[in-house]
């Protein structure tokens, strides 16, 4: 769940960087990040008791919080209470319980095949934490990207600093002046920071950062990373198609495309971006897209509670340019005062229109014909990997078409972004959309360390004689024997 928010890097206006605290680098956040270093060292976050009891405080946070949660989305972005909930706090508490409810079995050793040379000793993967972490969130869900890598973070046993999206200024002054008093602060910090805060905080060594935002941003995250070597996960995103065959019930499919692609006022980057279809399907689809719009939002979703608003002055801005792209079927309606952009479709678009060479972020959908599936799929293929791909078909075997012949970070069948509410899929892109995962176990698996241990025992040492110097043919022969692995169905004649 990306935010385009313009090309200048990192996302608005400058914010605020702490004292140097001590720091002998020059660099406003070295000693904030020495602090929590010093902390992780000590070992304070590895016991499970202690990270147990990190998340269960998260989870007040969720709970005490909740209404000035949802009052601070509202006056962000005038999100419904109903969408603020089931996307910022429930699915929040969804990632904190499936945490709670599987850590230790999380944390435990795997025991893993040995050869007959290490027979006798044991082998194993531990799960070490990275150390300091960095986690960025964007602006669109200001408190879901912000708590779920959080989440993770805290199960795996890290120290972390995490910088909320400066847009969003409620829900930010919500993180930096709450969240701290639920979490140990000599180990988790919230920091505000624009342009050349984030510049600056990206120039200290992190042993893991995690990234939600926009491609061109995302590289300027990695470029930093790499200086460090530092691995990273980047959430980005791009133009996620969808395609509607023949043989479907139209009217569902208007409504399922229409809840993904306008819930949030479009601002998701997992919701559908364009629709591939025949002309034939076309001239059903938008009909019966103009009816679903009706009935969620009623005749003038301007005045609907349940539609939100552009997040900032700049994005409304960007996302209202893009209207000129095609010919507006539906919608086209806006109001800069408000930051509305209304529900809108757009048909006869071109592969080379404005609103197909960016993600839209807004609540515009673009309807694209094409004759059949194969031409579909060969569009599809012939853009970046995007986040997810859907597909739309009462034919299970064209949806299996499309999944099979097509790349993307994750796919949907018959619907859309209900694949993002289960926490046993992972998500994430490939490509240009993304590098890495999350959700679940798989988040804790992002901020883990997969440290390979062999624990030998300190006797038995005529048998380590057989691959000390000098060599011989005969020991060769014996190493090989103790260490190899054979292929499944091989057998050796006596």
């Not at 950062?209 to 926009?214: L, N, P, Q, R």
């Not at 003038?300 to 994005?315: C, H, L, T, V, W």
């Not at 440290?451 to 005969?474: A, D």
């Not at 014996?478 to 292929?487: G, Y």
Request: contains cysteine.
């Amino acid at each position: 769940m990306e935010e385009p928010c313009g090309q200048q890097p990192l996302c608005g206006d400058a914010g605020t960087a702490p004292e140097d605290e001590g720091g002998t680098s020059g660099n406003p956040y070295a000693g904030l990040v020495s602090r929590l270093r010093a902390a992780w060292l000590s070992g304070r976050t590895r016991p499970l008791e202690y990270r147990l009891a990190q998340l269960e405080a998260l989870g007040r946070f969720l709970e005490e919080q909740k209404k000035d949660i949802l009052e601070a989305l509202a006056l962000d972005m005038r999100k419904p209470p109903f969408e603020a909930e089931f996307s910022e706090v429930l699915l929040c508490k969804n990632e904190l319980n499936e945490s709670l409810n599987n850590l230790s079995r999380w944390m435990k050793d795997e025991q893993v095949d040995k050869n007959l040379a290490t027979q006798l000793d044991v082998a194993f993967i531990r799960r070490d934490p990275y150390g300091v972490v960095l986690v960025i969130a964007p602006c669109n869900y200001p408190i879901y990207l912000l708590l779920v890598p959080l989440i993770g973070a805290i199960a795996a046993g890290n120290c972390v600093i995490v910088k909320p999206s400066e847009i969003t200024k409620n829900s930010e002054r919500l993180a930096v002046e709450a969240l701290p008093r639920y979490l140990d602060k000599d180990c988790f910090a919230v920091v505000t920071a624009g342009v050349q805060e984030t510049t600056r905080l990206l120039e200290n060594k992190f042993d893991y950062i995690f990234f939600t935002g926009s491609s061109s941003v995302g590289r300027i995250v990695m470029t930093a990373a790499a200086k460090h070597l530092t691995p990273v996960t980047l959430e980005l995103g791009g133009k996620n198609p969808c395609y509607v065959s023949d043989n479907c019930d139209v009217k569902n499919v208007a409504r399922r495309v229409a809840w993904g692609r306008f819930f949030n006022a479009g601002q998701t980057c997992i919701a559908p971006n364009y629709i591939l279809c025949s002309v034939e399907m076309q001239n059903k689809l938008v009909p019966a897209l103009r009816e679903a719009i009706t009935m969620f939002y009623g005749p003038n979703p301007q005045e609907s509670p349940d539609f939100a608003r552009i997040m900032g002055d700049k994005q409304f801005r960007r996302v209202r340019a893009l209207l000129k792209s095609g010919r507006v079927a539906i919608g086209g309606q806006t109001d800069e005062k408000e930051r509305y952009i209304a529900p809108t479709v757009l048909v006869d678009v071109q592969p080379s229109d404005p609103a197909m060479q960016e993600e839209i972020f807004g609540p515009i959908l673009l309807i694209i014909t094409v004759a059949n599936m194969e031409e579909a799929i060969d569009f599809i293929n012939s853009h970046e990997r995007p986040l997810v791909v859907y597909a739309f078909s009462s034919d299970d075997k064209v949806v299996n078409q499309v999944l099979e012949r097509t790349s993307s970070g994750s796919f949907c069948g018959n619907d859309t972004l209900m694949h993002v509410t289960l926490t046993s899929l992972p998500f994430g892109g490939i490509g240009s959309s993304g590098l890495g995962n999350y959700h679940g176990r798989f988040t804790f698996d992002s901020f883990t360390h997969r440290r390979g241990c062999l624990q030998r025992g300190t006797g038995l040492e005529p048998i380590n004689v057989l691959r000390y110097p000098p060599y011989s043919p005969h020991k060769t022969g014996l190493v090989r024997a103790a260490t190899t692995v054979k292929r499944q169905g091989d057998c050796a004649l006596l």
